[in-house]
Each structure stands twice: as structure tokens, then as C-alpha cells.
């Protein structure tokens, strides 16, 4: 080892040393899908962040149990809600069971003169107490009598009635033996709202293992147990990819050491091969742990295959070496082709890094500090490190004649010229349906875990929120008397039919004002026992049924008001929580609505109250497009850079062409062929289109690569074919993912990695100098 | 037998026999059914109320207090079967009453009686058994039996045409 070639090795075991060090105290690994998302700009976009990390929607979780007789099932539902309800994990559980619902109910019986919106003063006089008598009497006598009759004597008026009917809404699934079943009574159903935010995806999976064990103990051993929710689907993404990270990169990296066996025929390079990939990986996860937090699960799946891009590097260097060269000249001769190779991969990269989308960024980041490092390493490590003979039973060409088949191949560059003519045309054709706006197509769910959702959910009545009305008030009294106000023009639109429902926290929680009001119109006990007096006179209810009654409404009219504690542990609690909250120096009041079917109306309506109707399907696509644009932007600079560092290393702006030509003749194809397919581009068919031009920048750079003699060109073939083997074989096994973000970067780079091997073959080359010879 | 009807009207007395009220309260009205799934109940005195079952839906209306308002029958189980046992006898519908009920049929066609035990343990609070009386394609009677005592009996005379 010379003097520099020491320093150079000394120097990379520090760093190595470092970033371990750093990663063994520090990473943590994080699946929150949001980091995804744009740093939010407007209140309503943060509000719409802040609904999908922890909103109740995000929260809830869909349980079916099926698999044995209706009897059966109701008994392990309800079982299921007993031990649930123990575990504490949850805020809500129902299965339909009223009786389950103790809290609730006390609630309601404690405080329904003050929640029930039909209390007023005239309810309580002679003739509102004689008009309600008369259809109470109605109400007995009719199909519903059996089951009001016990409730009578404690609530002649009916406000329990009055609020659980704005409480409960009118389409739930079919009660069986008291609790919810699907329509063919197959399936007992339960919801379920977890403690865990959304975004906790330990706390999901806390959860679910709750339901589990819960139903284990339930002894009904013939269930089964079938669960949805963003919860769920986060945490087996979480499961999905980690294991789909584990097992692919392995097959990856597998494949690609078969590949370079097979070149080498030794086992000895391998080791060294291996060494600029793994170092760029630690040195570009400690960066993104080390600059970002939490690496995204994500970012290591893309991590991975580094192993195709990096493990170039070496291959180019070892392959090309000539007999009996020792590697520090193969690496000074081919060193500007590689370190131009490394730099436009990083110019790339840096678009990406500069995103304000961190899960992007993090990407970027992990790019240019994996590439970089492996390039160094390469350059200076590698040299230093290797046996003088390491290489020498290495296949020195193809087993053809490979300068002659390019030449062959470059025959036919009318054929590139017309494909690619081709595809620009399939892409203008499609110019209109080129992106996927979808935010939900970038969730990793299968097709089976979807339809299981839309069945419960379906069945359920439990529609995904796509509007929401916000109120906002200065704190939180004001902000429930904004949501009382939003419930008065929500019940006129119910009735014009421009909404299924609604659900506002003031129904759980009126504000002070209106209990106030509810309360002042109770009168006293004496008044209340008169007018009652007068109006059973000429009812057919006996008297002296109605005590529980008289002693409500006192308890009501003396007692204190229902405040938040008052809530307190009950599921009302975790509604208002979710529906009323801080935001923007004062409080917002959120309106879940349901089956929307004249937004423009509704939003017109919100904003002539003074409130604002958000349509999160609508804001989240206008969050990914917003995403793509500036993705867009930066990719285009990126590209600018790139072609401004080639006119500089190549000296030649004629050269330069030659080598980018090639390059974004691929990705147009690719892009084409995508869309031939029936795909849209999404943000991450973006991510791997950058990667498509570092890759194939590199073939390029080495086709166009002046050869010295023709073994040289033979060495260069050579490794340029085992390059493009192990790109292939690495981002092939990525197709194979389950997961959508993996599955899409996996095809286009694959696509990419063998048209820009064939265009540039076709493209760059240069008109052999030793044809001839 | 009952499965051939297409459509009836029919009148009805009703007296609600009930622990709350100083005497029974006598409702009276008229029935009608129309193939496959609607029952209409229509109280005409005391006061005027409607009820009426059909798609899965059933609509409380009354002209009296001048109320209307329609609910989903999925979610008020036990109303769902006290409407069913007279809808689907009506239809001829056995798959339908033996969802609600344990079944229990004495007499001869001329004179028959249905006796309704609710299978559902949550409407057997509520709901001791239903009987059902007639002869031929005709319901003349229908008692229902509450576990709190009350009780109310229909009597049913079919009209002509």
C-alpha cells in the first residue's frame, strides 16, 4: 500500500466506524405514509394532513367475525366488546348492543333535557305536555309499543328518542340477537376507534394484537376474524414491506453475486464487489437518520437497490481491467468515464434531495451519500485493498464478438429513431391521462385487503369521509357555538336532500349558551307537577306513572351543565376530541358529512354561514399534483445539470449529446411502454425515471468511451453486458413486490435499465477506430 | 296457501291492553298488503297514523301530530319482526317468519291457528309470542303476548274485492 492508498483506507474505516456507530444509537425506522405528503401550506391542507395522521377516520378499524351460527357469533361479539373495552387500547367499541353501551346511556339519561334539541318552554306547558302525552300513546300502541313502554314513565316528551335519533344514523347494519350482522347474517360486525393515533403504527399494531388475543379468549375457536381500517392497512404495509425489504434485497443481491461469479470464477472478488455497495448503504442511511430522524421504510426499500446501481462501480473497474493491470491504473484510465458516471447519478439525485417532500428528500439524500460513497470507495479503497492477483481468473470477453454484433446492432438505428418518434406520439396521445392523482394508489394494498374494506364499510354504513364542514371559533365555547350553527344549515340540507348526514361535537356537547337556554326552559317542580295534572286529564295514561319523570327534569334544572369531564371516559369523549380541537391560534369544529350529493350547493351554503366545506379527496390530489409539479420542476433542472457537467467533462457539447441522446430516448420509450400498458405515472414512476437516467447514463458514458485497442473494447463490452445483468437482476426482483411503490420503481427501472442498454449500444458508440485492424 | 294472495285490504279493530293506561285503548284502521313486500297500517280513529313497511324501510306518519318519519327496519330489530309476522304471513314467506321465529301451527285449513315464539333472544324481552288465527287465506286474528303483561289482540274482517 502507497502512502496516499494508506490514508485513503484508514479514512474510510472511520467513517464506516461512524456511521455504524451513529445508526447502532439512533435509527429508528418509520412507515408513516404522510411523510410523503407536502408540508402543508394552507389551515385547511394542514387540517386535512392532520385528519389522515390522526383523524377519526384514521383511527377506526372494521371487524367482522364469521365462520360459525348467528348465535354463536352474537355471543363472541359481544365478548369480544367486554374484553376490547378492558384492554383500554380502545376509545369506541360497538357491535349495535345498546346494553353494552352503559356510560353512554347514563349519559344520556342524565343529561338528555340539556343534549335534546327539542326542549323548549312550550314543551312543558299544559298543551305541549298534552301533545306529547297523545304521541307517546301512539307510540305505544303501535309496532315500536313493547320496546317504548318500559321507557314511558321516565320520559313521556321522548328527547331520549329525539337525541338518539340525530345520534345514531338511520342506516346501520341488521341487528341479530342485539348486535350488528351483515345482511346475510353471516358476519357479526364491530367498529372500533383505537386510542393510537393513526400514525402510530406501533399503536395500531398494539391494537390488532389486542383483537386478536381478544377473540382467542373468547374460547370461539371456529371464528374467524377478518379486519380493515387505515390502521390495519398501515401496519401490514409496514409488515409487507419490511419482509418484502428483506427477502428482495436478498434475492437481489443473490442474483447479482451469481452474476459477477460467473464473470470472476472466483469467489475472492465477490467480497470486494460487495464492499462500495454496503458502504454507501450505511453511509447514505446514517446521513438520511443523521439529517431526517426516522429513515422511512420506503427510502430502505429504495435503499436496497443501491446494490444494482453501486455495484457497477466495481464491476466496471475489475472487468475492464486488462491482464496483469494492476487496478490502480484500470482505475486511472477509466477514472474520468467513472467519476463523470458518479457525479450525473448525484446531479440527478439532488433534484429529488431538494424536494419538500421529506419521504422524497429522504430518497435524494440516501442517493447522493450511497452513490458518492460507493464511487470513492471504488476509486481509492478498492485499489488499495485488493490482491495484485485477485482477478486474474476472471473471463477477459464475452463469448462472441461483441464489437461486431454492436456494430451489427447500430444497423439498425432507424428502428431507435422511429420508436422513439413512436412513443413521444403515444405520450402526446396520452398527455390528458398521463398522472395518477390518486393519493390512495399509493397506499401498498392488494386488491383483496380493498374489496374486504368496501364490503364492511358498505355494510357497515360506515361510508370513507370525503367532505368535511369546518366552524371555527376563538376557544372552545365559541368554536361549539360555530358547530350548533353548522348543525342548522347541515339539518336544512339533510332535508333539501343535498346530504345523507351529518354528525357536528356540539351533539355531544352542546355549547354552555344552549344548555343554558335548554335548561332555563325546564320550569319548576310545582309548575311542572300542575301542568302534568291537567294535561293526563283527559289522556287515557293512568296517573301517578309519571314520578321518575317529574324528578328528571328537576335533577336537570338544578344540576350543573355537561362539560368535557362530564364526558369523560365515555365514547362521546373521543368524538369530540376528534371533532373539536386547537388549530391556528383559536378552535375548529369539524362536520363529517355523509353521501354528498351537491357539493357546490353545500359549499355555497357553508360559505354564506361563515364556514368552509373541505373536500379531502380533492385537497389531497391537490397536494400530489402540487408534489408532481415541483417534481417535475426539479427533475428538468436536474436534467439541465447533468447535460451542463457532460458538456464539461467530455469537452465536447457534440459528445455530450451523443451521451444524454441515448438516455432520454429511454425514458420515452419507457414512459410510452408504461403507458401502453394501462399504467398512469405516479411520483414514484417519476423517482425511478431519475434512476433511469443515472443507469443509463452510465451505460452511455461507457459505449461512447474510446477504446485503446480492441481487447480493451472486448473488456468494455463485457462489462457493460454484467452491468447491465446486475441492474436487471436487482430492480427485476423489485417488480416483484407487492408493494405499489416498489412494484412501480421496480418495472420503469427495469424497462429503463434494458432500453437505455439498447439505445445507447445503438447510440453512442463510436465508429470503431480498429475495425479494421 | 297464503302465498297466493296478490293483494288485500282489509279493516281491523285493535285493542291495546296495557298496565300504563286507565282502559284499553281501541285503535281502528285499515290493513292492506300488496305483493311482494308492502304493509300499510292505516289507523283511522283516535288519531290518524300510517305506517307503512316496504323496501326495507318503514315510514311513521301521522296526520294527527302531523309527524313524519322513516326508519331503517335493519335497525330496529324487534319492530322489523312484529311488522315481518304479518307482512310475511300475508306473503306466504315461511323462510322469513323462521328467521324471527320458532313456528307452531295447530287446527285445519278451515281453522288454523300460527303460534310465533321469537327466536331473537333480545325481542324475547320484550316479546313473549305472537298468535296468529284465520281460516283459509284469511288472518282474522293476531294476539301478541309482551313479557311486561300488556297485551294487544287484532281483529281482522277482510273486504271484499
Redesign the interface.
Known amino acids: 500500500m502507497t502512502m496516499p492508498q494508506r490514508a485513503a483506507f484508514a479514512a474510510w474505516l472511520v467513517l464506516v466506524a461512524l456511521c455504524v456507530g451513529w445508526l447502532y444509537r439512533n435509527l429508528s425506522i418509520g412507515t408513516d405514509l404522510t411523510v410523503f405528503l407536502p408540508p402543508s401550506t394552507t389551515s385547511a391542507q394542514r387540517i386535512v394532513v392532520s385528519q389522515l395522521r390522526d383523524g377519526v377516520a384514521s383511527r377506526l378499524m372494521l371487524i367482522a367475525l364469521e365462520g360459525e351460527g348467528t348465535p354463536a357469533l352474537a355471543q363472541a361479539s359481544r365478548e369480544l366488546v367486554r374484553q376490547l373495552k378492558a384492554s383500554g387500547r380502545f376509545g369506541l367499541v360497538n357491535n349495535g348492543d345498546l346494553t353494552s353501551a352503559d356510560k353512554e346511556r347514563e349519559l344520556l339519561a342524565a343529561y338528555r333535557y340539556l343534549l335534546s334539541p327539542a326542549v323548549t318552554a312550550e314543551r312543558f306547558t299544559v298543551a305541549g305536555l298534552s301533545a306529547a302525552l297523545k304521541e307517546s300513546l301512539a307510540l305505544l300502541a303501535s309496532p315500536a309499543g313493547p320496546f317504548m313502554r318500559k321507557i314511558l314513565p321516565f320520559d313521556p316528551t321522548g328527547e331520549s328518542r329525539h337525541i338518539v335519533e340525530f345520534l345514531v344514523p338511520d342506516a346501520g347494519p341488521e341487528l341479530r340477537h342485539g348486535v350488528w350482522f351483515s345482511r346475510d347474517g353471516t358476519r357479526a360486525l364491530l367498529i372500533a376507534e383505537t386510542r393510537a393515533a393513526g400514525f402510530d403504527i406501533d399503536g395500531q399494531a398494539q391494537a390488532i394484537k389486542a383483537i386478536r388475543e381478544a377473540l382467542q379468549a373468547t374460547e370461539a375457536s371456529n371464528v374467524r376474524l377478518l379486519l380493515s381500517g387505515p390502521g390495519v392497512f398501515a401496519s401490514e404495509a409496514r409488515a409487507t414491506i419490511e419482509s418484502e425489504a428483506q427477502w428482495l434485497s436478498a434475492a437481489a443481491m443473490g442474483l447479482v453475486l451469481l452474476i459477477l461469479l460467473a464473470v470472476y470464477r472466483a469467489p475472492g472478488p465477490l467480497a470486494f464487489c460487495v464492499l462500495p455497495v454496503a458502504t454507501g448503504m450505511i453511509a447514505g442511511i446514517a446521513a438520511v437518520s443523521w439529517v431526517f430522524g426516522p429513515v422511512h421504510g420506503i427510502t430502505l426499500g429504495f435503499g436496497a437497490t443501491l446494490v444494482g446501481e453501486a455495484a457497477d462501480y466495481a464491476s466496471f473497474a475489475y472487468i475492464q481491467a486488462a491482464r496483469g493491470e494492476r487496478l490502480a491504473d484500470t482505475l486511472a484510465r477509466i477514472g474520468p468515464t467513472l467519476r463523470l458516471a458518479v457525479f450525473t447519478t448525484i446531479f440527478g439525485a439532488s433534484a429529488m434531495a431538494l424536494s419538500s417532500f421529506q419521504g422524497l428528500a429522504q430518497l435524494g439524500l440516501l442517493t447522493i451519500v450511497g452513490v458518492g460513497a460507493a464511487g470513492l470507495v471504488t476509486r481509492w479503497v478498492l485499489p488499495a485493498i485488493t490482491p495484485a492477483n485477485a482477478v486474474s481468473r476472471k473471463v477477459y470477453g464475452l463469448p462472441f464478438d461483441a464489437p461486431r454484433a454492436v456494430a451489427v446492432v447500430r444497423r439498425g438505428s432507424w428502428i431507435a429513431v422511429i420508436s422513439v418518434a413512436a412513443a413521444l406520439g403515444v405520450v402526446a396521445w396520452h398527455h390528458d391521462r398521463l398522472w395518477d392523482d390518486d393519493l390512495a394508489n399509493l397506499s401498498p394494498l392488494s386488491e383483496a385487503a380493498k374489496s374486504l374494506d368496501r364490503s364492511l364499510r358498505a355494510e357497515l354504513g360506515a361510508p370513507d369521509v370525503r367532505y368535511l364542514v369546518i366552524a371555527r371559533g376563538k376557544d372552545r365555547e365559541t368554536a361549539l357555538e360555530a358547530s350548533e350553527a353548522a348543525g342548522a344549515w347541515l339539518r336544512e340540507a339533510v332535508g333539501r336532500g343535498w346530504i345523507a348526514g351529518y354528525d357536528v361535537p356540539s351533539n355531544y356537547l352542546p355549547s354552555g349558551k344552549t344548555q343554558q337556554s335548554r335548561r332555563v326552559a325546564l320550569p319548576d317542580a310545582a309548575t311542572l307537577a300542575g301542568n302534568l295534572k291537567l294535561a293526563l286529564r283527559d289522556s287515557p295514561f293512568r296517573e301517578g306513572l309519571f314520578p321518575p319523570f317529574l324528578e328528571a327534569v328537576e335533577r336537570a334544572r338544578t344540576g350543573p351543565l355537561l362539560t368535557m369531564e362530564g364526558l369523560r371516559g365515555s365514547a362521546f369523549e373521543l368524538k369530540v376530541n376528534a371533532m373539536l380541537f386547537p388549530a391556528d391560534d383559536g378552535w375548529a369544529a369539524l362536520a363529517p358529512v355523509r353521501g354528498v350529493s351537491r357539493p357546490d350547493e353545500l359549499a355555497a351554503a357553508a360559505r354564506a354561514a361563515g364556514h368552509e366545506l373541505l373536500d379531502l379527496k380533492m385537497e389531497s390530489n391537490n397536494l400530489v399534483n402540487s408534489y408532481r409539479d415541483e417534481s417535475l420542476r426539479l427533475i428538468a433542472l436536474g436534467l439541465f445539470c447533468i447535460a451542463l457537467l457532460l458538456a464539461w467533462g467530455l469537452r465536447s457539447l457534440v459528445e455530450a449529446t451523443r451521451v444524454l441522446a441515448p438516455v432520454l430516448a429511454a425514458v420515452v420509450l419507457d414512459v410510452a411502454i408504461l403507458l401502453l400498458w394501462g399504467k398512469r405515472l405516479s411520483l414514484f414512476n417519476l423517482v425511478a425515471l431519475l434512476l433511469v437516467v443515472g443507469i443509463g447514463l452510465n451505460y452511455a458514458l461507457f459505449f461512447n468511451r474510446p477504446a485503446t485497442d480492441p481487447d480493451d473494447r472486448q473488456r468494455t463490452l463485457l462489462s457493460l453486458v454484467v452491468c447491465g445483468g446486475t441492474t436487471l437482476a436487482a430492480f427485476g426482483c423489485l417488480a416483484f413486490s407487492q408493494t405499489p411503490v416498489l412494484h412501480a420503481i421496480g418495472v420503469t427501472v427495469t424497462l429503463g435499465a434494458v432500453l437505455s442498454f439498447m439505445t445507447s449500444a445503438v447510440l453512442s458508440t463510436r465508429e470503431s477506430r480498429h475495425a479494421g485492424t | 296457501m297464503l302465498g297466493s294472495v296478490e293483494s288485500t285490504s282489509a279493516r281491523f279493530v285493535?285493542t291495546?291492553h296495557?298496565?300504563?293506561?286507565?282502559?284499553p285503548?281501541v285503535?281502528r284502521g285499515t290493513l292492506a298488503y300488496r305483493r311482494p313486500d308492502r304493509v300499510e297500517?292505516h289507523?283511522l280513529t283516535p288519531?290518524d297514523?300510517r305506517?307503512t313497511v316496504a323496501g326495507g324501510r318503514v315510514t311513521?306518519e301521522?296526520r294527527?301530530?302531523s309527524?313524519r318519519?322513516?326508519?331503517?327496519v335493519?335497525?330496529?330489530?324487534?319492530?322489523a319482526a312484529?311488522?315481518e309476522s304479518i307482512r310475511a304471513t300475508r306473503a306466504g314467506d315461511l323462510p322469513a317468519l323462521e328467521r324471527y321465529y320458532a313456528l307452531q301451527i295447530e287446527g285445519s285449513r278451515e281453522r288454523w291457528t300460527l303460534t310465533l315464539k321469537p327466536l331473537?333472544?333480545?325481542i324475547a324481552d320484550?316479546?313473549v309470542s305472537l298468535e296468529l288465527s284465520g281460516s283459509g287465506v284469511r288472518i282474522g286474528k293476531v294476539t301478541?303476548e309482551?313479557?311486561?303483561g300488556?297485551r294487544?289482540v287484532m281483529e281482522i274482517s277482510e273486504q271484499p274485492g
Open positions: 285493535e291495546r296495557s298496565a300504563l293506561l286507565k282502559a285503548l285503535l297500517k289507523v288519531y297514523e305506517i311513521f301521522n294527527t301530530h309527524r318519519k322513516t326508519i331503517a335493519s335497525g330496529a330489530p324487534g319492530l312484529l311488522i331473537d333472544s333480545q320484550y316479546v301478541i309482551e313479557t311486561s300488556d294487544s
